[in-house]
């Protein structure tokens, strides 16, 4: 797909067009073009090290989601972005360059179109790392909650004065 195909799939998910989604956009298009395709289900999984808009591109380019477990955020503060292909056992990770954010006399539109028009290798460092991937979403039990009743995941349980109960419910208790 053309970047600029990209980030229209990318926009309709986003919402809005802006910088940090064409930033994803380039290093999903990268990916792409690198051994990797988009996830149905979890042959793919990315840990991505901020989670500002780049992330959407992301999440709808490659198919990692949040939901189906294989988009990991550490909150680290940092433009990286590392993928795993379960398939080959192939991984890449993505840095973006501290250049990129010099110039700030461009508008929105300049920035936008000046990224979207470059190759991902001038706006990342990027890498061949080892395949060592988070391991793959478990599912868990659900146990109700002493106090509340809701449930909750049998591992986010926490054991207070002879009840188990759920993370709310015990800072709740705790007050
Ligand atoms: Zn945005
Ligand atoms: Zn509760």
Known sequence: ???KELMEKATRFHGHICPGLAIGVLAAKYVL???????PNEEVVAVV???NCSVDAIQSLLGVTYGKGNLI???????????YNRETEKAIKLSIKDKVFED???????KI???LDSKPEKVFNIYEIDFNPPSLA?????I?????GEPTMNSRLMFYENSSMCIPCYKAQRK
């Open 1 to 3: 797909m053309e970047t």
């Open 33 to 39: 073009e690198h051994g990797f395709n988009y996830s």
């Open 49 to 51: 090290e901020n989670d």
């Open 73 to 83: 955020h550490q909150d680290y503060g940092k433009l990286n972005y590392y993928f």
């Open 104 to 110: 700030k006399k461009k508008s929105k539109h300049e």
């Open 113 to 115: 179109k000046q990224l």
């Open 138 to 142: 478990e599912i868990e039990d659900s």
């Open 144 to 148: 109700p909650c002493d106090i509340c």
